[in-house]
């Protein structure tokens, strides 16, 4: 089996599915803005063959798919990505030749994929299947992002002892956790205190862990990052954001949070002996996360 991909900005739509369905080949349709992440997904999968497309030509992509197929071979089209154009067009070829075709949407915390059979009459049947877990945090990385490297420092102060302690309770509790993401290239730009994904799952999240202060530099900063990180040129639509902090954040910061799309997570606090969470606050930063993430 072949699948056929139209890659649009945002890699997940087309990585879970592949990952899912596992073709010996596929076949990559990008526009010149989307050559990024096709190139992304061509070094993770190293199985692909990447055609450029004009992505408002309908009549253009289907001469391209003409030339592409081979009448020997089973197809399966995904219509998720690129352009409403690109996917009009593969929706066209799928019913002229009666392939199957999928479509990915993430519905709630679960990922979907709507799988559909032209059937001989041309009738269409489908099937909604919830895909298992595919991924890990480096691969959602690559699939995002040129390059990335882990920025670890053996500065100890108490912002770091903050963060090793949520960091470490979120791997004992079912969470896969790197810490202290740097994209390459992109010098002191963007820095991320951690990238957090539920184990079992493939719903990833990006989080700024800052100690408060009284002037909220700290959490104010930690949205700027999570804004950047969250655009479509770094990890975009998909990832989750939270902010997490010590004290209990003003109503303007958390307003200006949640403007951003960003979880605040605040009065997690520490016990005043050692560097260790309390249980409160460990149950309360567990469930939140939980809930965006599962």
């Known amino acids: 089996?072949?699948?056929?991909?139209?890659?649009?900005?945002?890699?997940?739509?087309?990585?879970l599915p592949i990952l899912y369905f596992n073709p010996p080949k596929n076949i990559i349709l990008y526009s010149d803005t989307t050559l990024k992440v096709g190139e992304r997904l061509e070094k993770i999968l190293d199985n692909c063959k990447k055609y450029e497309v004009e992505p408002y030509n309908i009549q253009g992509i289907k001469n391209i798919l003409k030339e592409i197929l081979d009448p020997s071979e089973e197809y399966i089209f995904n219509i998720t990505g690129g352009t409403k154009i690109m996917s009009v067009a593969l929706y066209q070829v799928a019913l002229e030749n009666k392939f199957n075709f999928i479509y990915f949407?993430?519905?709630?915390?679960?990922?979907?994929?709507?799988?559909?059979?032209?059937?001989?009459?041309?009738?269409?049947?489908?099937?909604?299947?919830i895909l298992p877990e595919l991924i890990n945090i480096d691969i959602y990385l690559r699939a995002h992002l040129p390059d990335y490297i882990t920025n670890n420092s053996n500065e100890q102060n108490i912002g770091f002892n903050y963060e090793k302690s949520i960091v470490d309770i979120l791997k004992r509790n079912n969470f896969e956790v790197t810490a202290n993401i740097k994209p390459k290239?992109?010098?002191?730009?963007?820095?991320?205190?951690?990238?957090?994904?539920?184990?079992?799952?493939?719903?990833?999240?990006?989080?700024?862990?800052?100690?408060?202060?009284q002037k909220e530099e700290g959490p104010k900063k930690g949205i700027d990052q999570l804004a950047l990180a969250g655009q479509r040129e770094y990890l975009g639509t998909y990832t989750q954001r939270f902010l997490i902090t010590s004290r209990v954040l003003s109503k303007q910061i958390k307003e200006l949070a949640i403007a951003h799309r960003i979880s605040v997570i605040d009065e997690i606090e520490q016990n005043r002996n050692n560097n260790n969470l309390n249980e409160q606050s460990i149950k309360k930063l567990l469930q939140r996360i939980k809930e965006k993430l599962s």
Do not use: C, F, H
């Open 105 to 129: 949407q993430s519905e709630g915390n679960q990922s979907i994929l709507y799988k559909y059979k032209v059937n001989s009459d041309s009738s269409i049947t489908n099937e909604k299947i």
């Open 185 to 213: 290239g992109e010098g002191n730009q963007l820095e991320i205190d951690a990238v957090i994904r539920l184990k079992g799952t493939n719903r990833v999240g990006i989080a700024e862990i800052k100690i408060g202060d």
């Open 1 to 15: 089996m072949i699948m056929i991909n139209l890659i649009g900005e945002q890699p997940i739509p087309n990585l």
